[in-house]
Nanobody, 125 residues
Framework: QVHLVESGGGLVQPGGSLRLSCAAS????????MGWYRRAPGKQRELVAT???????NYADSVKGRFTISRDNDKNREYLQMNSLKPEDTAVYYC???????????????????WGQGTLVTVSS
């Protein structure tokens, strides 16, 4: 019903920059929260950043001052601008959204948590 697709991952050198994007599509009434998570090799999945529909943001301490999350509500997209990348940022990055999905019944919605397929970011010289 609702799908998220990430793009923008790739190989960058330490100190470089990369911008990830996530597009939400499907039967969406509203997107309350969008965020980015990542899973580094040998580690648990961790929060990177989240952003609410009214623009409030939250960042992991490890990325504060380097990463910026943003969203375009009209386009159902979110972005993650990553600057000053470090080797420890290497991970699969996942888009996440808390969505109110529309249904075939007018005025009725379903609460969904949706994940993208992930995009690999590799920071290496």
């Amino acid at each position: 019903q609702v799908h998220l697709v990430e793009s923008g991952g790739g190989l960058v050198q330490p100190g470089g920059s990369l911008r990830l994007s996530c597009a939400a599509s499907g039967s969406i009434f509203s997107i309350n929260v969008m965020g980015w998570y990542r899973r580094a090799p040998g580690k648990q999945r961790e929060l990177v950043a989240t952003i609410t529909s009214d623009g409030r943001t939250n960042y992991a301490d490890s990325v504060k001052g380097r990463f910026t999350i943003s969203r375009d509500n009209d386009k159902n997209r979110e972005y993650l601008q990553m600057n000053s990348l470090k080797p420890e940022d290497t991970a699969v990055y996942y888009c996440n959204a808390k969505v109110m999905g529309s249904t075939s019944t007018p005025g009725r919605y379903i609460d969904l948590e949706v994940w993208g397929q992930g995009t690999l970011v590799t920071v290496s010289s």
